[in-house]
């Protein structure tokens, strides 16, 4: 849904045909000239010679040629800024698709902290019908269940929220919150830095961008070479002799001589270009690397941290909610510890919840080739 109806990717594909277009049009032949052309006139009292002449200009070294290469290049600087942005779309969805998950499942912890929240308070009331403990506990359990509405509102609006992101990359803003079935304690690959690093070089469409840009340059600087090798006009007229009656034909041929301008300054700007697009792609590499190493310690922090909630400290705070629970319905622990308990487990939950959301997040956009934001700024300017 997201490739249909994505207005920057269209805009890129736009953007190819342009290029297309461009190559057929740099490579067309001049069209040929044609003109009146009269002499002597009034010479004796007649019209003199009148008639008209064709002419073409015949383009020479191979420019035209030429013109179509640097053309080429710059549709492939076009697919693969279409490349890069169909790419950002892929992105912008998984990760929306996972915010989505991850809010659907904080939400669930919410509403489990809320009924365990409630039990308590009807546990507290018992008690204290039964005056195993003060009245004191009933309004502590009172206070912390209204505390978790709030956090349930607020859990239900960041789900909502992240919905209308993940609408708004599909092109639908119109859609409608609805719940997405997915797993996400999915246990993803483990992630090596020099294999992900090695996949960014190879496949990165930046980098593919940027060659291309080079080999524009350098087809650009033998159009330059080309450039002071000067075209040919080639022109023939036909005129009838008034005076005489006869007709008489002429040929021209032109050619500029290049004494004052050899096209140096176009040659010397054409060969810096070529510097600066090789200095670029360097410059690719280097800030492809130097972003990797940011989300890639993302990838590390959270999966070492989901690992390690998983294994020790979830199943560690959810035992001992279980038994505070148990000895607080008994009447032999007092609620301090059962509140303690459970926001113990609930911040563990909620800790686990974001460490699995940075985790698919750095995880997505290693495997985008850190492309994303889809539907910011436009295509030439972020693809830039």
Do not use: C
């Amino acid at each position: 849904m997201a490739i249909q109806r994505n207005p920057a990717l269209a805009a890129a594909a736009a953007r190819v045909d342009a290029a297309r277009g461009q190559w057929t049009q740099v490579g067309l032949l001049p069209n040929p000239f044609i003109g009146y052309s009269g002499e002597e006139i009034g010479d004796g009292g007649t019209a003199g010679q009148q008639g008209g002449f064709v002419g073409q200009e015949f383009v020479t070294a191979g420019k035209l040629r030429l013109n179509r290469a640097v053309a080429a290049q710059q549709i492939e600087l076009a697919e693969q800024q279409w490349a890069a942005w169909r790419q950002r779309v892929l992105t912008d969805v998984r990760t929306g698709f996972y915010d989505v998950l991850i809010a659907q499942r904080r939400l669930e912890v919410t509403s489990e902290l809320l009924r365990t929240s409630e039990a308590a308070l009807q546990s507290a009331g018992t008690l204290v019908d039964a005056e195993e403990t003060s009245r004191v506990d009933v309004l502590q359990a009172q206070v912390e269940n209204e505390s978790i509405k709030i956090r349930l509102q607020t859990a239900q609006n960041t789900h909502v929220a992240a919905w209308r992101r993940l609408s708004a990359v599909l092109g639908s803003p119109e859609m409608l919150p609805q719940r997405l079935a997915g797993d996400v304690d999915a246990t993803r690959r483990d992630i090596e830095w020099q294999d992900a690093l090695t996949r960014l070089m190879r496949e990165s469409p930046e980098i593919a961008m940027a060659h291309a840009e080079l080999e524009r340059a350098q087809w650009a600087l033998n159009r330059a070479r080309a450039e002071k090798i000067p075209n040919v006009d080639l022109a023939a007229s036909v005129r009838r002799n008034n005076a005489s009656g006869d007709t008489v034909t002429g040929v021209e041929v032109g050619i500029p001589f290049p004494i004052f301008n050899r096209n140096q300054g176009g040659i010397a700007k054409a060969a810096a270009e070529v510097r600066a697009a090789e200095l670029q792609i360097e410059r690719v590499e280097l800030d492809l690397q130097r972003r990797l190493a940011v989300v890639y310690k993302q990838y590390a922090d959270s999966r070492f941290a989901v690992d390690k909630y998983s294994r020790d400290i979830r199943p560690t705070a959810q035992e001992t909610l279980n038994l505070v629970s148990e000895s607080y319905r008994a009447g032999e622990t007092g609620y301090l510890t059962l509140l303690t308990a459970q926001r113990t487990y609930f911040q563990t939950n909620l800790a686990y919840i974001e460490a699995l959301r940075n985790m698919w997040q750095a995880t997505l956009r290693i495997d985008g080739l850190l492309l994303d934001d889809s539907l910011s700024g436009n295509v030439t300017q972020q693809d830039q």
